[in-house]
């Protein structure tokens, strides 16, 4: 079973709010990753990172950013949101070596709601 | 054009049913062909993992890749009610970008 958490699961909030998701992972991964998530819809890189003080920006646009100053932690920073960022929010790892090192483990996600 | 194309469902089959789920891809280049589930309120949890041509199996479950048609599937033989979830398939190259199928929804009825 894959050791990666998110917290809040859901969180409702109000337009103009700052919010930070967080994501912890005890595998020891270097890559870590976030996706967002629109029912009935792919999963769309937001952000990714290659290791500590490495973080990239995905496909999606998106108004938010990240830090990566610890291994294990990659949080992600809303500085206003606004109702657009109404999503689900997963957060993944991968070892990025070895035999199956693109395999990505997800957590469990959050579910924005801004009002 | 969407570099990976999957049939969002929903597929409905009764209990014990084999079930095959399909997804086809554009790039060539693709080399690390993933199925992931995901249950309703969950995040995607790795089912299968296949590098290459082949088949895989584990369990119920059985990977299939074809490289020349750029086709891959899951079939789940004997399916279950826990079974009803998203599956998604999931394409990487090698390097940190992995595309990900929209996902096609199953149910099981009992």
């Known amino acids: 079973e894959a050791d990666i958490y998110q917290t809040p699961r859901y969180l409702v909030i109000g337009t103009g709010k700052k919010i930070t998701l967080e994501c912890s992972q005890t595998?020891?991964?270097?890559?870590m990753y976030w996706y967002q998530q629109d029912p009935g819809m792919e999963l769309h890189l937001i952000h990714y990172?290659?290791?500590?003080?490495?973080?990239e920006k995905g496909d999606l646009s998106s108004e938010s950013t990240v830090s990566r100053i610890r291994t294990e932690h990659f949080p992600l920073t809303l500085e206003s949101a606004r109702p657009s960022h109404t999503s689900q929010y997963l957060c993944?790892?991968?070892?990025?070596?070895?035999?199956?090192?693109?395999?990505?483990?997800f957590g469990p996600g959050t579910r924005l709601l801004v009002l | 054009q969407k570099e990976v194309e999957q049939d969002p469902g929903p597929l409905s089959v009764p209990e014990g049913a084999i079930v095959s789920l399909n997804c086809t891809y554009s790039?060539?280049?693709?080399?690390?062909f993933m199925w992931y589930r995901q249950y309703s309120r969950k995040g995607p949890e790795l089912l299968m993992y296949?590098?290459?041509?082949g088949n895989k199996e584990d369990g119920r479950f059985t990977a299939q890749v074809d490289k020349s048609s750029k086709y891959i599937s899951l079939f789940i033989r004997d399916s279950q009610p826990s079974d009803s979830a998203t599956y998604l398939c999931?394409?990487?190259?090698?390097?940190?970008?992995?595309?990900f199928g929209a996902g096609t929804r199953l149910f099981v009825k009992a």
């Open positions: 993944a790892s991968s070892a990025g070596t070895g035999s199956i090192g693109e395999t990505q483990y």
């Open positions: 595998m020891g991964h270097d890559k």
């Open positions: 990172s290659y290791g500590v003080n490495s973080t």
């Open positions: 790039n060539s280049a693709f080399q690390y």
């Open positions: 296949t590098y290459s041509s």
């Open positions: 999931a394409m990487n190259t090698g390097g940190f970008k992995t595309i």
